[in-house]
Each structure stands twice: as C-alpha cells, then as structure tokens.
DNA sequence: GGATAATCGAGACGGTACGTCGCGTCTTCAT
DNA sequence: ATGAAGACGCGACGTACCGTCTCGATTATCC
C-alpha cells in the first residue's frame, strides 16, 4: 500500500475524504450493460441483471444514472463511437455528406440501430440524457448535414431558396422510417440513394 | 334442420362449440385502454389498470391479445381511423398525395402520434399484431402512395426512373423523423413543404 | 321400450321431463377424479383437470357435486369399499373387532390412507357429504366397534363399567394419529397391539 | 474494532453482508396471519391477505417462507405457545401426564385446535418447517410422555413389558381423532378418562 | 309428430390468489 | 463517506382454477 500512498502523492491530486474508487464501477457497469444489450435487447438490460454481471451494488448504479434508460443510453453511447466529428473531409461538401450518410446506415443497420430507435422512442420525458442521447447520435450529425448543406448552397451545389430543415429531414428521415417499420433493408446503396433522389428531385427537370 | 346446415355452408361461418366471446368486454377492454392511453401514455397502460377500468378479469384480457403492447395497439387501431380508404380523389395524383400527406399530419401531430411511434418502436417481435398495426398506420398508406406515384408517373408528372421504394421513405420518413426526435414540430405545411422539396429536388433545375 | 314404461308405472317414480342425466358423464367423472388422486394427491382434483380428462363440461359436474372437495371426497368413497358390512363374523366379539382393524390397517396404510386423512381435516364446513365421507370410511366402523364392544361386555370377556366411547377413541385413535403425524408405520400388527393394549391396560394387574 | 472482532468470534454469530432482515416486517406478517387464521380459518389466510394487513410486500413474505401453509404454521407456533416444557413436575410421572394432557386438551379444544390438524392434514409434503410444526405441537409432548411413562416404569407404576410406542399412540392418539371427526367434543375430563381407561385397561382385571 | 324442456359438450366470463420479477430506496458492515 | 450486499415496500406480470353463464346439439317426455 505504500505504492498507492506515494503514487497518490505524486498525482498530487486531492481525495474528497473517504472514497477511493468509483470509475472502475461505473467502467464495469456500463460494460455489462453494454452486454446485455447485446444479448438481450433493449428490455433486456435490468438494473439488478447490470448490478450481478458488473458486480456492484444497485444503489452504485443509482448514483450515477437516474434509471435504466439512462444506463443503456449511456451504455450505448459508449459502446458506438460517433461518426468522427469532422466526418473525412472531402472534396466537396455533398461528397462529405456522402461519406457520412454511408456510414450512418453501416451503424445503424446492425441490431444496435434498433436499439437506439427504441430508446428514442421510449424516452417518455425530455431529461437530460435522453436529450444528449439524441443529440449524440442523430441530431449531432444533422448539424453537420445542415453546415455541409450550406456549404453546398456557398458552392452553388444546391439552391438557395430551400428549407434547409426540411431537407436535412428529408435526408436523415428515411433512416429512422426503415428502421422503426422494418419494410426494408438499410444499407449504404440505400442512403446513397435517398441523397440521388433528394439532389434530383422526382419531377422531369 | 337441413336449411341450417346449408345457411351456414353458404355463409361459410364456423360457428365454435362453446359459449361466444363477450364483443361488450371486448369493446370495455379497448375502451379502457384508450382512456389510459390518453391519460397516462403507452406505459400507463397496464394489464390491471385496464382490467380494473373495464370491469373485467385479467384472463379476459390475456385470452385474446398476448401481452400489453398488443392491447394497445388494438386500443389504438380502433381509435384512429385510417384516412378513409382512397382518400379524396383528387384531380391529379399528387393532389391526392398532398392531401393524404395533411391528412396524415394532423393525426401525428397530436398526443396519440408519439404513442404510435412508441409502439412500433417498442415492438420488440414480428408478431401478427404488430405487423397489423404497422400496416395499419402506416404502410397502407405507403401504398396508396405508390399507387398514386405511379398514377403520375403515368401521368408524366413526375419522372419515370425513379426508385419508388426510395422516393416514399423520402416522403414519409420525415413524419417519423420528426415524431422520434422531436426536434421540430410537425404540421400540415411540413409535409407539403416535404412533398415540395422531395418533387423539386434540391439541385438548381 | 314398452318394458320401460311399465317398470316406471311399476315403481312410482316421475320423470322430471327434459334429457335425463347421463350416468355414463357421472362414472366418468369419478374415474377421472380417482385418476387424478391417484397420481397428483388431492390437491391435484381439480374441477378442470376432472371435467377435461373425462371428457365431460364443467357443469355436468358442479350439476352433480357441489365443490371440488364433495367430488374427491365420492371419488374416494367409490374406489375404496368400505369393510363388508358385518366383517367377517368371527366367533367372539374382540375376534371380530381385530379382524376390522387389520383390515383398516391395509386401507389406511396405502397413498389413499393420507388422501382421507387430508380430506377429513380440510372439511371446513359441516356438509352432507362431508358428514356422509366421514361416516363412510371412519364412524360406521367405530360403531360397528361399539356394537363389538357391547357384545364383548355381554360376554363378560371385557368389564362392564367402562366409557365406551373413550375406549372406542382409544382404538381407533391412533390409527388417525400414525396418519396425521406420520412418525410411525401403521400396519395390521400395529393395530392387533393397541387392541392388546387397550384391553389389558399399562398397570400392573 | 478488535474488541469487535473478538465478540463476534466469541458469539460465534455470523453477520451476513447486506441489510438485515427486518424483525419488524416478521412480527407484522405473523401478526397479520394470526388475525386472519382467528378471522377466516386456515384457508382465509391467503399471503396477499396477510401482506396487505401486515402492510408488507408479498415479495418479502416468500423470502422467508415457501408458502401459504408454511405462513400459517409459523404463525400457529408463534402464538401458541407449547406446555412449559417441565410441565409442573408433580409428585408422580402419572400425575405429570396427567397434567400434561389437561392442558393439551385445553389448547386444543380451542379453535386453534381444528387450525393445528387442518395443518397437519394439508402438509403434502415432508419439509424443513412443516417437521418443526408436528414436532412443536405434538410430537414434543409426546415425547415428554415418553419419558414420564419410562419413569413410571422405574417406579413400578406401569408395566415394564408394554410397547411405549403403542401406549403413547394410544393416549394422544383420541385427541386428534376427536379434532379430525368432531364426533366427541374435546375437554379436560376426557382426556383424564383416556388415561385411566389406558392404565386400567378393559378387561377385568 | 311436433313442441317443450332439461342435460350435454364446450368454452368464455368476472374473479381471487398465486408465485415471480424488477423497480428504486434504505440499512448494514467493511474498507 | 463509499461501496457491495441485500432486504424493503411496491406494482405489475402472466397463470391456474374457481364457480357461473351462454351457446348449439342432443335426448327424452308430453300433448
């Protein structure tokens, strides 16, 4: 213990007064949540189920998150890296966003896309972590589109006069409609698709 | 006794052996459920609370739907009635569509919209039911849009290369995207601005 | 069926009117029920695992029986006939009376023994056929005993200034004793010892 | 905290790690299944009864008992308490028993007389607590009559050639066959009568 | 022979209670 | 003053049977 005591001593930090562990817990808890999740389904990850595979108490859990939403948000959001926040820089900025819808239909046409569907909608009232869950995971990315887009509009790549609301929703929208119905597969081809169809337009032209 | 065997192989009804299911417990069950629906949300909805409102045993209620979520989705199917079936035949097909899109907004835009976007999401098995309601509420209509997208293409309205597959998620994906996030409100001028949009194209044409 | 009609006017009896009640369901009932005794104890009786086995509605059986313990308990006293009314007259009385109870030490030692036992003690209420069961298969034995008892005094083989009815108790009460508390076998020497006993006392004499 | 350490060795008492069960929920549950048993009888005992009366949830009365019927048996030996276990050394072991037996007859003579067999007779199966009920209520006393008849024996009251185990069957044998068929009522002086009638015998002598 | 009527099978009904799971909180001991 | 352990009050779950009721079909008697 003398190590602990010296090394304490070096970081120089400084202990609040009786605690000594608490990330160690919270890295455990979120990894079997992560598990069940995995196993599971979003039903799946109970707190008492977290608690034994983690090896913690319930209440440990409790002090970090406010519910099991929170825990499998959190779980999930560790578990699924973003999309590299400036998303491979392309050439152009639809090329941009191109690359980054592909990638959005590679996460999320695995099983932990349906997971995200299901906590996004099972979030029943706005709290913090729910906001942060969407904001990490759609609306975050929807902010790049809208700056990749009016980048394309400073390009003349697409026109001024759009909605740009509208279109980011007409883009990202059939992402989330194909997962929550499940009528069709997603994939890359797919949103390539939806981001031809948007640029083009349905009418003769 | 002839002339009733013969009535029911005309009719073709197969009338079974015991006592008929009560169609007054039926229509309380899903009464009830819809009051809690509305009063409570999707998890407000329990068994119990249903049974109890509706003056009804538990068992009733598990003879006929399998779990909770299948009540209320039953409660929510005899709630909201489909936008009647051809839906105002316009003049041209895309009016058609315009008004089923408004039509479509406005049963989302209320309190009943999030719950059914709770519901698909929640839905954690294919079961019959679920595939009911999803048709229900949705992919009916997604297929009047595909008739009536045909109809104009057809009627060279719009362009006859398009992926019809992707240009309905373009259309009716936003809706949900919105219902999910929750990030902007959904009204009848959005989905006509959608509609717009989804036509034009974004490119300069 | 004219041989029908006249044995009715013969005897007497009026025929209500409607369908006359199957006795073929009624023996098919208690051959279920004994079925179910045999394999599952008495709790396992039930009206529905009884109606479903013999074939029959449910009913048909409360149309005969009152509650489920009024058909285990006939169900019992179809199966198991009681000691054949005068037992095996022996030449003196306490023959006789030894007889009858070796021949209770078999019926009460086999699975059916602890099945009446539960069936007497469970006897909430004070019902005709919960006092026609208790008659059956214990007091008209007991009285049967009395009249041996009686017997034997006349003979002068046992004193006359008894309590009859505690040396009756005293007799068979052990037998329902080994029964309740299981902490002895009962078999036919058990019972030859407590009459042994009984008559000659635990004094010195 | 070595004082503390060496107590609990001492005590030889072993803490469990969690919190400890509560004796307050114990004695209300008992409680609650006491006033019930007084109320209703045996089968108004149900545990959703008692947990609601206790103010207590059913999940904590099935960790500590396995049933119903365990409930009920804890709660009979809980408010009765047996014959003081000396029980009022007298002069002679005969007069010992025979106090023994006045009192037994006095508790059982009680409505908690016909609660006790009803116990006996419904323990379908050989368990931890239901071994414990017979051995509080019954088979303890019989064997304290055990050990006043060997003393009898000693003091040359009885006969030493008798089978013990028959005699006792034979003295606490009518108590319950009395509880079980109701045929007799069940009072201070019969019991005394089974005695003598046991010591004496029935033969002349 | 046709009407009437009671019973039959089947099985749904409103209920009660079961025994279980998970919630989120509370309490204890050890660190 | 935390952390694990785990009991607590609570609410809901889905199931088993209860005893009653409502059907169409069947089987008898009565007119």
Redesign the interface.
Known sequence: MKANVKAREAGGEKRPRGRPRSERAKAAILSAARELLAEL???GVTIEGVAARAGVGKPTIYRWWPDRYAVVMAALMESESPPQAPAHRARSALKSLRVQLRRMAAVFATGTGRAI??M???A?QETEISRAF?NHF??AR?EEGRAL?REAIAA????AD??V???L??I???????L?????PIDER?ME??LD?????????
Chains 1, 2, 3, 4 share one sequence.
């Open positions: 389904g979003p039903s569907a299901a996004l909608a099972a029943e969407r759609v609306l929807r887009l003349r790549e697409i026109r759009i909605d609301d509208v279109a929703d007409m990202y929208g059939p992402l989330f409609f194909r929550l119905l499940g009528h069709a797919f698709r939806v169809h948007a640029l083009h337009g349905l009418r003769y032209g």
